[in-house]
Structure formats: C-alpha cells, structure tokens
C-alpha cells in the first residue's frame, strides 16, 4: 500500500529563515505527489502539485517542491517565512485509482 | 463558482445517537470524497462517490455510511456514535477521479461525541 511520512509533527522557524518541510513516499510507480495547506478553522487547500511534468513544481505564496526519486522524498521549500504560513500542511500521494493517501501533516510556526 | 459547502459547521451529539452530515460540491464537480481529521491519526480516508455510485471505500466500520444524490450532493451518516467518533470530517469535490485532479476542501463539520 501507498504511504506518505512527513518527518516531524511540528517545525518552528523565525519570521524571514527558511522553511523546509519534509516528506518521503512509498511507491512502487512514479505517483502524483500533492502538497495541501490548512489554516485554523478551515478546510485544505493546495498549494502544488507534482505530476512528472518537471521534478521542481513551484506553487501558491512562493512555495515549491523537489520530486527526488532516488530519495522518494517530495519536500516543501519556501526561501523566506512570514507570519502568514503559520498553517498545518500535509503531504498526499494519489496512487492510480485509489483515493489521496494523506501523511499525518507538519504543523509551522513562524517567530516574528 | 461556490465553494464545496458544509453543513452543519459544528455538532454535538451523545454516544448511541445517530449524525448525518451534509456536503454540496463545487458546481459541475461528480466525486465527492469524504476524510475524517483527529489530531492522533491525520486525515483518513471514509469513501469517494462518483455519479451517485460508491467508487472508494475506507478501512472504516459499518457504522459509517454515505450516499450522493443525482446532484452530486452527498451525505455521510454516522449511528451509533462512539466517543472516539469526535473528529472534522471533511468533504472534498473535484470534476472527475483522475489521480492528477486535485481536490477542493469544504470547512468542515466538527462533530464532539459526549
């Protein structure tokens, strides 16, 4: 079965430093890879996708993804934090014809 | 285009009872998925339902069940409520049931079992 990790439940970083999110995925074929974001009180929402276009996907507010399949890894990068990514963001992998598999998500803190 | 619209925002209920949630999709979207949030295990995923026919179905009990209508409205109900059914239970909407398309979140119902 298709899994996702996301390696640490809760990152912290200051207001400006770099964001590094990471996620590693179980597949035996090359999968769609999602990155979604959740603010308090509210549902998901995506922020990008991978699906075998290119292995660097940029998304919404200046986030962007490597796809590394000697690594199966997918991790999330944004140069410079604001308060305003303070969020849970969860990482998915959509095997063919089944439902998103989530990760149990990574939850930033951004310190001004 | 509305948003995929939840309903009710918020419930409590009492273990035994039975709960059914509501869940309009996107207009012009045919698959409506729903998932169960805890803080413990994530996001998990219940069933999918395309064209009123269940597509997808999650490793969960009986219990919980789920239906669309020929609107592509979707209800999920819930009897007998356990304590451990507290949870968000979120819908999502997308066109079709490509693996790339993504999916569009509703706010969720938050559901407490006392």
């Known amino acids: 079965a298709q899994s996702v990790t996301q390696l640490g439940s809760h990152v912290s970083v200051s207001e400006g430093a770099l964001v590094l999110l990471r996620c590693n995925y179980s597949?035996?074929?090359?999968?769609?890879l999602f990155w979604y974001v959740q603010y308090p009180n509210q549902g998901l929402q995506l922020l990008l996708k991978?699906?075998?276009?290119?292995?660097l996907v940029k998304g919404i507010n200046g986030f962007e993804a490597e796809f590394k399949k000697s690594e199966t890894s997918f991790h999330l990068t944004k140069p410079s934090a604001h308060m305003s990514d303070a969020a849970e963001y969860f990482c998915?992998?959509?095997?063919?014809?089944?439902?998103?598999?989530f990760g149990k998500g990574t939850r930033l803190s951004v310190i001004a | 285009k509305a948003g995929v619209t939840q309903t009710p925002r918020y419930l409590i209920k009492t273990r035994g009872q039975q709960v059914t949630l509501s869940c309009s999709p996107i207009?012009?979207?045919?698959?409506v998925s729903w998932y169960q949030q805890t803080p413990g295990q994530g996001l998990q995923f219940l069933f999918e339902?395309?064209?009123?026919?269940?597509?997808n179905k999650g490793n969960f009990p009986g219990r919980f069940s789920g239906r669309q209508f020929s609107n592509s409205r979707s209800e999920m109900n819930v009897s007998t409520l356990e304590l451990g059914d507290s949870a968000l239970y979120l819908c999502?909407?997308?066109?079709?049931?490509?693996?790339?398309?993504?999916?569009?979140f509703g706010s969720g119902t938050q559901l407490s079992v006392l």
């Open positions: 999502a909407s997308r066109e079709g049931t490509g693996g790339n398309e993504k999916l569009f």
């Open positions: 597949s035996s074929v090359p999968p769609y």
């Open positions: 991978y699906t075998s276009a290119a292995t």
């Open positions: 998915a992998v959509s095997p063919i014809n089944t439902p998103l598999v």
């Open positions: 207009s012009g979207h045919r698959s």
């Open positions: 339902y395309f064209s009123e026919t269940q597509r």
